[in-house]
Every structure is written in structure tokens, then in C-alpha cells.
């Protein structure tokens, strides 16, 4: 299984269950990362626009790249809604090969958990070295891992979430279950959203993979890509990281 497999299908649920989760609560840590940037800044997996809208609604230009076509078009729809066309680029590809000029953006984001789905270290080189390659020189590679990935526990079939009102105006739930390949420092998400109820009821199954990589071991390849890092963050606040923190920020200057 490759990283992007799964998030296609995801799309028409991302949103739904973002809010259940993060919601809004890295939206302010990105826009003060973004505030004193000037020149467009660059989102790698920008998925369904949620990190890239309000940062663009601050009067910044971003650009936003993502490999899978559904979470664009959703993305598109919601920069039209915004009428955020002139400061929101969004272009569909691969974020090992970032299709801009060398030192581009003095500013690229990875919020939460986009370079875990890069499931084996080629992937993950291959990214970081073209990040650096479109950094400004003194430009900031900001990234959000999702938190204490590696020690997650496993379980099957349960219902992590439920709401009377889903993506698609019905009542929902999501079925879970989640699988460690320590060996390959692989966690699999299998997931079933059910909307609807009884025998009416539509589900869509698929599954999402993020690589176990720990803050430690990203800061090695960060500074093997040429990167320095600047400071190890454990809240939206700027507060210090420790291994038990909730969140896990890495922030990464190109020299």
C-alpha cells in the first residue's frame, strides 16, 4: 500500500472528521507562521483547502499542492465560495517533485501528519530534498507530525465517532480499526463510514496509512536534507515539546 492510496475515497469525510478532531485548533499557529511572510507561501498536502482558506483570508497568498484529485475539487469549491481565487493556487501533484523554481517560497507548511504518509524513506528524502531546493534562503519549513503516532494502541471495530448529521445531511458514525506493522513502523487505519440507519444505510470503506516516524528521528532527516531546526514545539502556543505533548511541531530554516 502507497501513502496516497485511500485519501480519494477519504475526501467526502475529511472535513466531517476534522472537526471531530483538530477542528480549528492549528489554524492560528499557522497563520502567525504566516504573518510576517512575505511572498506566496507553499502547502504541501493542502487536501480540502483547511489550513490554506484561512490563512489566505488574512490577505496572504498560498499555494497549495495535493496528489489527489477529489480533495482538490473540494478545495476549489470552497476558494470559489470564499471568493478567494486570486490568493489560493491550487495545483494537483507530487510533493517529492514540487514543480517551482529553486527558492520560491520563504514559507512551506506540512501540517498534520502529510509527510507520514510517505511510507518509506525514499518518499520521504525524495521530499525533503526538493522542500529545501524551493526554500528561500532564510525561508521556514514548518511541520505538524500527528502526536505519539508510534505508540498508538491497536483495536478493532469500534466506533470512534458518531453524529446525527453528517457530510451528507444523515446520521453517521465511523467504524474503526487500527493495525501496528512495528516492523515497518506502519499504522494502517481501516475505516468504515455508515450513514444512514438500517437497511437504507450506505457505507464506504477504505484505509489510510502514516509512517511511525517519532520527532527525534525526523529531526535526523531534516538535517541529513540540509536543513537546520530551529525550535521543537508541543502546543499551538509555541510551548516546548516533550514526548508526552499533544501536539508535535518541527520548525526547519534553510540557511
Known sequence: ????????????????????????????????????????????????????????????????????????????????RAKLQSRVKLIRGDIRYLPF??????????????????????????????VHRVLARNGTFGIELVADLPAWEEYSNRVTFRSKRGPHGKPIQLIESVKQDRRKHITRFEQEFVEGRGKSATRKKFSLAFRTLNVP?????????????????????GGPWAVRAEVWIILARRG
Open 101 to 130: 523554481p529553486d527558492k520560491s517560497f520563504p514559507l512551506v507548511m506540512a501540517p498534520y501528519g502529510i509527510l507520514q504518509s510517505l511510507l518509506d524513506e525514499r518518499l520521504l528524502s525524495a521530499t525533503l530534498k526538493d
Open 1 to 80: 500500500m502507497k501513502g496516497h492510496e485511500g485519501w480519494d475515497d477519504y475526501a467526502a469525510y475529511y472535513d466531517w472528521e476534522n472537526r471531530q478532531t483538530v477542528g480549528r485548533r492549528d489554524i492560528a499557529f499557522w497563520n502567525r507562521m504566516a504573518a510576517p511572510v512575505e511572498g506566496a507561501i507553499l502547502e504541501l498536502g493542502c487536501g480540502t483547502g483547511r489550513v490554506a482558506i484561512p490563512v489566505a483570508q488574512h490577505g496572504l497568498t498560498v499555494v497549495g499542492i495535493d496528489r489527489s484529485a477529489s480533495m482538490l475539487d473540494r478545495a476549489r469549491l470552497r476558494v470559489r
Open 217 to 237: 528521528q525526523m529531526v535526523q532527516r531534516l538535517e541529513k536534507a540540509g536543513l537546520e531546526v530551529s525550535a521543537i514545539l508541543g502546543d499551538y502556543q
